[in-house]
T-cell receptor
Framework: SAVISQKPSRDICQRGTSLTIQCQVD?????MFWYRQQPGQSLTLIAT?????????ESGFVIDKFPISRPNLTFSTLTVSNMSPEDSSIYLC????????FGPGTRLTVL | GENVEQHPSTLSVQEGDSAVIKCTYS??????FPWYKQELGKRPQLIID?????GEKKDQRIAVTLNKTAKHFSLHITETQPEDSAVYFC????????????FGKGTHLIIQP
């Protein structure tokens, strides 16, 4: 199975600022996925990042708020822009191998 | 888009008994159905999955069944142990694992000693 790492593991940010989360995979993958898990809730897909093309966003998520980069087949970033307390969540990246595995997540708290 | 319903939201069983969690999905094109276990403060871990060309899959004490006609799938855990206590999520995808997942709301499984 793929080994996925994320940075930072957690952060506390002020409202109105932005945070960029990094996701690194130990092997080349076609698709990388970004999910959000709000406190005590299930996981919701934010967007799919395919190398060499624009990310595809799910309903309710927009590029201006969650810009994504996918510069190569092992790396992606998700930026949470102009943050508000409602953005406090765990953000997880995942990859498409035979099965979908998750990174350890980034726990974001916005004050 | 896809909608996944999961029941029950909380399930309490005696140690050694069986636990069953059920999910339904709305998109008949869905063809990949994984189950994840999430312990407090940890990432979701894939415990078993099933694809639409299979009706049942088993891995030791865990089994998953799929009824494509009825669009529902279930997780069965036999001989439950305290370490089975966690939140379990079902999910569905149309891309065989190569597309993003739609998750159910989760089931908090409590194993009573």
């Amino acid at each position: 199975s793929a080994v996925i790492s994320q940075k930072p593991s957690r952060d506390i940010c002020q409202r109105g600022t932005s945070l960029t989360i990094q996701c690194q995979v130990d092997s080349q993958v076609t698709m990388m996925f970004w999910y959000r898990q709000q406190p005590g809730q299930s996981l919701t897909l934010i967007a799919t990042a395919n190398q060499g093309s624009e990310a595809t966003y799910e309903s309710g998520f927009v590029i201006d708020k969650f810009p994504i980069s996918r510069p190569n087949l092992t790396f992606s970033t998700l930026t949470v822009s102009n943050m508000s307390p409602e953005d406090s969540s765990i953000y997880l990246c995942s990859v498409d191998t035979v099965e979908q595995f998750f990174g350890p997540g980034t726990r974001l708290t916005v004050l | 888009g896809e909608n996944v319903e999961q029941h029950p939201s909380t399930l309490s069983v005696q140690e050694g008994d069986s636990a069953v969690i059920k999910c339904t999905y709305s998109d008949s094109a869905s063809n990949y159905f994984p189950w994840y276990k999430q312990e407090l403060g940890k990432r979701p871990q894939l415990i078993i999955d099933i694809r639409s060309n299979v009706g049942e899959k088993k891995d030791q004490r865990i089994a998953v069944t799929l009824n494509k006609t009825a669009k529902h799938f279930s997780l069965h855990i036999t001989e439950t142990q305290p370490e089975d206590s966690a939140v379990y999520f079902c999910a569905a995808s149309t891309g065989g694992g190569a597309d993003g997942l739609t998750f159910g709301k989760g089931t908090h499984l409590i194993i009573q000693p």
